[in-house]
């Protein structure tokens, strides 16, 4: 009985091989039988595109495969999977497209999210999968955006005409515009720059439920509240500037909820952190470099990029360093500490300040180039690098409030900057980690680079050393064996000179000789 079972499979599996095997070619097609879109590699504007559609074809012939073999439970379930895993990448990739140079001509028609890579890179490739995820995504939910990637190494030229100086480069281009992506390589925050810089530049508020609706879906949005007006206008300029990183809204006066309060119109507002503010040209200048200011919660989980974005804002940065698998007290009240002066005290400090905490101290000594102790509070300015230290034991809110007050009346000592001696102390900083992290992560590495080099460098150096010294030698020595052959050659013809007289007096003239021969018998 199992061995019938066995010839049954075994027919059946050759069956399907038969199958393949057997079918006829396809006659063959002219361009004009498909869609152009099917005939490009996977593209899928007009359905899936011929090599996506071969994948799926073989990968389910895969699975028949395996089903129909003699391969145990086990087996058939890690097939399974491998199946199931090559579908989905299979899938993904189909919904992003490769672009090659025929895209600058046609891009205009579409609005484009396109990822600028190159082969080699590691960012490019880790950015991969999450770039597939995303154009599935896409497309799934019916977005206008086409996903794309191109080879910024094969087609330079139009990687320079959109301004692409790094591997990758993510860019949302509509119509003449080209956006640049800055936030986190995540699938939903590319989706959601997407979304916002694809749409309308500043989208109306028709109703009090679509602001409700608004506020709850949006951590930080604008609004601006009146009729035609340069504020306006400076509004528009501003949004076209900054809808990389937000969003703007317009509405008009009865749409506002009742408890905001505007002394006059038009006006500008930002609602974030369960509040609002309004923007006053008088007190906070630029209507723009507000908007950069304010597009930040007041209180935040601090990074290093974070850190970077917020030098735009010309804010000091309070920050709680702590451990964050640490539970002790002292850790966790330094921590609920900074919440509550931000909370508390954001009408004091939100022009002035940003706050947050950051787990760990490794990036912030990095930045210091100084070694901090956790828990600690330090205040960065990240517009000059300079930055402001603890000179106190904080206990409760009241402490840090001081020692905010104290920092911006010029009481506590700033340290660091940005000068010429700083600078230096920077380079020799980023050489002595460099080397450093070298010999940790790979030590044989370290001897193999730095030790090459200096041992050729001793080498030529003692050579350098060894000529001079010689030659020195040599010469030396050759002037005194010409100084005493010298002398004996002097005293030999004195001695000539002294014996000739007393030879009987001789009648014969001495002829003396040419100057030119005597300098040549004495050399």
């Not at 090559?86 to 046609?106: I, P, Q, R, T, Y």
Request: proline share 5%; hydrophobic share 40%.
């Amino acid at each position: 009985m199992l061995r019938s079972q066995r010839m049954l499979r075994a027919r059946e599996a050759g069956s399907i091989l038969g199958g393949v095997r057997s079918r006829p070619a396809p006659p063959p097609a002219s361009a004009a039988s498909f869609p152009s879109a099917q005939l490009e590699p996977a593209s899928l504007s007009g359905g899936l595109g011929v090599p996506l559609f071969l994948s799926l074809q073989w990968t389910v012939l895969l699975m028949q495969l395996f089903m129909a073999s003699e391969a145990g439970p086990w087996s058939r379930a890690v097939a399974l999977c491998v199946t199931v895993l090559l579908l989905d990448v299979a899938l993904c990739k189909g919904f992003v497209e490769d672009l090659d140079e025929s895209f600058k001509d046609n891009r205009k028609d579409d609005i484009w999210l396109v990822d600028f890579y190159a082969p080699w890179c590691g960012h490019c490739k880790k950015l991969e999968p999450v770039w597939n995820e995303v154009g599935l995504e896409m497309k799934s939910i019916g977005s206008p955006v086409k996903v794309g990637k191109m080879d910024a190494t094969s087609y330079s030229s139009i990687a320079s005409e959109f301004g692409v100086r790094g591997y990758p480069t993510i860019k949302l281009l509509k119509g003449d515009l080209a956006y640049n992506y800055r936030g986190p390589r995540t699938k939903d925050d590319i989706i959601e720059f997407a979304h916002r810089v694809s749409g309308a530049l500043i989208r109306p508020l028709p109703s009090q439920q679509m602001f409700e609706h608004v506020r709850k879906r949006h951590r930080v949005f604008f609004v601006y509240v009146g009729g035609e007006s340069p504020l306006k206008e400076k509004y528009i300029d501003a949004a076209s500037e900054l809808i990389v990183y937000t969003y703007f809204f317009s509405a008009l006066e009865e749409v506002i909820p009742e408890y905001v309060t505007l002394k006059e119109m038009p006006a500008v507002l930002v609602f974030k952190d369960e509040t609002y503010f309004v923007y006053d040209e008088y007190e906070d200048g630029d209507l723009s470099a507000w908007i950069s200011r304010e597009r930040f919660q007041n209180y935040l989980t601090m990074d290093g990029f974070l850190l970077y974005e917020l030098g735009d804002t010309g804010k000091l940065v309070a920050i709680a360093v702590i451990d964050e698998k640490n539970t002790s007290i002292e850790h966790t009240r330094l921590k609920s500490i900074i919440q509550e002066v931000a909370k508390d005290y954001r009408d004091h400090f939100h022009r002035d300040f940003q706050f947050g905490h950051m787990d760990g101290n490794d990036y912030i000594n990095t930045l210091l180039m100084d070694e901090l102790t956790v828990p600690t509070v330090v205040v960065l300015n990240t517009s000059n690098q300079q930055y402001y230290l603890l000179d106190r034991q904080i206990n409760n809110a009241k402490d840090m409030v001081q020692f905010i007050n104290n920092i911006l009346d010029g009481t506590v000592e700033a340290q660091g900057g940005d000068s010429i001696l700083q600078r230096l102390k920077r380079i020799i900083f980023d050489a002595k980690s460099t080397v450093v992290s070298i010999f940790k992560s790979s030590p044989l590495m370290g001897c193999f680079l730095f030790g090459l080099p200096l041992g050729v460098i001793s080498i030529m150096c003692y050579g350098i050393y060894t000529a001079d010294t010689d030659g020195g030698y040599i010469e030396e020595r050759y002037e005194i064996v010409s100084k005493s052959e010298m002398e004996g050659q002097e005293q030999i013809e004195e001695s000539k000179e002294q014996q000739e007289p007393s030879r009987g007096g001789s009648l014969v003239p001495t002829v003396q000789e040419p100057k030119d021969v005597l300098e040549k018998k004495t050399n």
